[in-house]
């Protein structure tokens, strides 16, 4: 009924103090405090559902400092960032993709949010993209992995979509280019999938660096998030995802995730929801990356973001990046303290 959960708590919230217009018109001191009151629930729900609550932030021993805005978005055609990746190719350089509606383009952006040039990728098309990976392979190559993975129309598709593109070399008139005069990226790898289990909802991918398995952690407003497995086997038949896990995080809801990365030296996944972010580490002396699905989750504050989607780590894994699914939003980094 609702695109948002915020819509449905605006909603429930004004037919429980809604009176006659001229009720409203005559008693100025209840229409202010009927601001004040939507004003606080949106501010404290963010995107959580009605009745959800953010997690408890532990101020004595936290992984990360306080967040900081290092920039804003300066592009205004990226109005929904709804993935984000750090090259590890070139230096203080990040990807960020728009949601469905949007052709199958790239952007490249400064840490600070300067548009650093567009780019459309070659046999691809954005059906619902919502969250893009950076794989370094073997021989010191970057690409840049695609989820085609968003799932909440009334028909939900049965067979989805990963794309796996060269990361482009980004010149300094690139920046130039636009949606109407895009630089053209190599063409697209493309893995389609299914799950085991029938359609899910997904708004996060995580490519494993060393490995380079793919990660899709499914979103969920009732239950944990779904973790499932994929090889990099582009260009064959469509494949099942393998579940390998689930995960939930210190949140109500527990399962509603919408991005997330793995650090370059593979000990570390960072994984977000509309209300913070969530740390686990992989074990000393793990025999299986998947054990990493078993650690409890470190809260880290990401601000008060509008409509938060992405995140991504840095090429050392010391800084996270965070942007939101609005135009010209901050791009929000929080520093490492402790590991």
Same mark, same amino acid.
């Given at each position: 009924?609702?695109?948002?959960?915020?819509?449905?708590?605006?909603?429930?919230?004004?037919?429980?103090?809604?009176?006659?217009?001229?009720?409203?018109?005559?008693?100025?001191?209840?229409?202010?405090?009927?601001?004040?009151?939507?004003t606080a629930a949106t501010a404290c729900f963010r995107f959580?559902?009605?009745?959800?609550?953010?997690?408890?932030?532990?101020?004595?021993?936290?992984?990360?400092?306080?967040?900081?805005?290092?920039?804003?978005?300066?592009?205004?055609?990226?109005?929904?960032?709804?993935?984000?990746?750090?090259?590890?190719?070139?230096?203080?350089?990040?990807?960020?993709?728009?949601?469905?509606?949007?052709?199958?383009?790239?952007?490249?952006?400064?840490?600070?949010?300067?548009?650093?040039?567009?780019?459309?990728?070659?046999?691809?098309?954005?059906?619902?993209?919502?969250?893009?990976?950076?794989?370094?392979?073997?021989?010191?190559?970057?690409?840049?992995?695609?989820?085609?993975?968003?799932?909440?129309?009334?028909?939900?598709?049965?067979?989805?979509?990963?794309?796996?593109? @060269?990361?482009? /070399?980004?010149? =300094?008139?690139?920046?130039?280019? !636009?949606? +109407?005069?895009?630089? $053209?990226?190599?063409?697209?790898?493309?893995?389609?999938?299914?799950?085991?289990?029938?359609?899910?909802?997904?708004?996060?991918?995580?490519?494993?660096?060393?490995?380079?398995?793919?990660?899709?952690?499914?979103?969920?407003?009732?239950?944990?998030?779904?973790?499932?497995?994929?090889?990099?086997?582009?260009?064959?038949?469509?494949?099942?995802?393998?579940?390998?896990?689930?995960?939930?995080?210190?949140?109500?809801?527990?399962?509603?995730?919408?991005?997330?990365?793995?650090?370059?030296?593979?000990?570390?996944?960072?994984?977000?929801?509309?209300?913070?972010?969530?740390?686990?580490?992989?074990?000393?002396?793990?025999?299986?990356?998947?054990?990493?699905?078993?650690?409890?989750?470190?809260?880290?504050?990401?601000?008060?973001?509008?409509?938060?989607?992405?995140? @991504?780590?840095? /090429?050392?894994? =010391?800084?996270?990046?965070?942007? !939101?699914? +609005?135009?010209?939003? $901050?791009?929000?980094?929080?520093?490492?303290?402790?590991?």
């Amino acid at each position: 009924m609702f695109e948002h959960p915020r819509e449905a708590l605006r909603y429930n919230s004004l037919k429980q103090f809604s009176m006659p217009k001229k009720t409203i018109t005559k008693n100025a001191a209840l229409v202010i405090f009927l601001g004040v009151f939507l004003t606080a629930a949106t501010a404290c729900f963010r995107f959580g559902i009605s009745g959800g609550t953010p997690p408890s932030f532990d101020r004595e021993s936290p992984n990360f400092g306080p967040p900081t805005i290092a920039g804003r978005i300066q592009s205004d055609e990226i109005a929904e960032s709804s993935g984000l990746a750090v090259s590890r190719c070139q230096d203080d350089l990040l990807w960020t993709h728009n949601d469905s509606g949007d052709g199958p383009y790239i952007f490249a952006m400064d840490r600070q949010g300067k548009h650093r040039g567009t780019w459309k990728v070659g046999n691809a098309e954005n059906t619902d993209w919502e969250d893009i990976a950076l794989y370094k392979d073997p021989a010191g190559k970057c690409f840049l992995i695609i989820g085609d993975t968003g799932n909440s129309k009334k028909e939900p598709r049965t067979v989805l979509r990963i794309y796996r593109v @060269a990361e482009p /070399a980004v010149a =300094n008139d690139d920046s130039e280019s !636009s949606r +109407k005069h895009p630089l $053209p990226a190599a063409p697209a790898e493309l893995l389609t999938f299914s799950y085991p289990d029938g359609p899910q909802d997904a708004e996060s991918l995580l490519v494993e660096p060393r490995s380079g398995n793919i990660y899709i952690l499914t979103k969920n407003q009732n239950k944990p998030s779904g973790v499932y497995l994929l090889k990099q086997v582009f260009g064959t038949a469509t494949v099942e995802a393998v579940r390998v896990s689930e995960l939930t995080v210190p949140a109500v809801p527990n399962g509603l995730l919408t991005g997330g990365d793995i650090s370059a030296d593979g000990r570390h996944v960072v994984i977000c929801d509309y209300f913070a972010a969530y740390e686990l580490p992989l074990p000393k002396g793990a025999a299986n990356f998947d054990e990493v699905w078993k650690q409890k989750p470190a809260t880290i504050d990401l601000g008060d973001r509008e409509q938060g989607e992405a995140i @991504a780590y840095s /090429a050392d894994g =010391n800084t996270l990046f965070a942007t !939101s699914e +609005k135009k010209n939003e $901050p791009i929000v980094t929080v520093q490492r303290i402790s590991r």
